[in-house]
């Protein structure tokens, strides 16, 4: 499989992409990876670092993105940007799939007007996967931001084909899809959310109901199905607060003395896992489901274990087929854009 990686745009580029795909190309061993963006510089990085020079090359492009561009207008004047270009490269067949940590509005735009949506969808959904309190187990939230005013079709959607993900790239057999509310009652919420709960009842998904904002990391779902702006309100409050928890956990460590140090000497090996589960760097980023190809959009803060683990995320859903697997779904259950 060949992933193409945005190499510039993000906080911590280009060193910490460069880095990052060293370091996913040797962990996997069919992977291979393109770094896309000023060839001087990306060869300079690579320069003294040990790799096998047939699993990463490097493809040129003069132009950079950034967080201050307009999405529209980047995407339609910076042709020779390294997000364009990957993009262009991928719509052509070029690579099997993507990962940038750039402008999210201008990846969006690009993954849609560039790479295309697959047939039926009506608007692709950023889907980060979540940790929960099962080592072992994920979520999925669809959508986590890219679409902040939805109609119930479009969550629709967002249910089949976070379902499909879940089944194709985590082999999970018939997931427990849940609707974001206020209420765990059905008559419970807005008139989009009411709308939505009857049409995913009637959906050939196994929709377990709502659930509300406090279950999102008790591995209640498989699949939580939200808009947009509720899906980027409930990610970055639980961002938030894994932050806050292990700030105030470190300042009462401080003042606890002697006892509360020793103590965290004997719990620092827990603790240690239980911030690795709980950081977005585990996890690498969210895919744009709804796509023709994997395009994965990397956290902007990205260190090079994010990009590491984006770039297996992305080979992991290229290898499993997960735009096929999304569009078979999606004729399924007879998916149809209005009008």
Known sequence: MKIVLDCFGGDLCPDSAVEGAVAAVQEIKDLEVVLCGDEKIINE???????????????????????????????????????????????????????????????????????????????????????????????????????????PSMLREFAIMGGAYMSAVKGIENPKVALLNNGAEEEKGNSLTKEAHALLKNTDINFIGNIEARDLLFGVADVIVADGFDGNMCLKTAEGMGKAVFTLLKRYIMEGGLKAKLGYLLLKPSLRKLKKIMSSDSVGGGVFLGVKKVVVKAHGASNAVAFKNALIRAYEMAKADLPAKIENALKQNSIQVEE
């Open 45 to 151: 990085l690579l320069k003294d670092k040990i790799y096998d020079k047939e699993k990463i090359t490097v493809r040129h492009a003069s132009e950079v993105i950034t967080n201050d561009d307009a999405p529209v207008l980047a995407i339609r004047r910076k042709k020779d940007s390294s997000m364009v270009v990957a993009l262009k490269a991928l719509a052509n067949g070029e690579y099997d799939g993507m990962v940038s940590s750039g402008n999210t509005g201008a990846l969006l735009v690009g993954a849609t007007l560039l790479v295309k949506l697959i047939d039926g969808v009506q608007r692709a959904s950023l889907s980060p996967l979540l940790p929960t309190i099962f080592d072992d187990k994920n979520t999925i939230l669809v959508d986590g931001g890219a679409n902040v005013d939805c109609k």
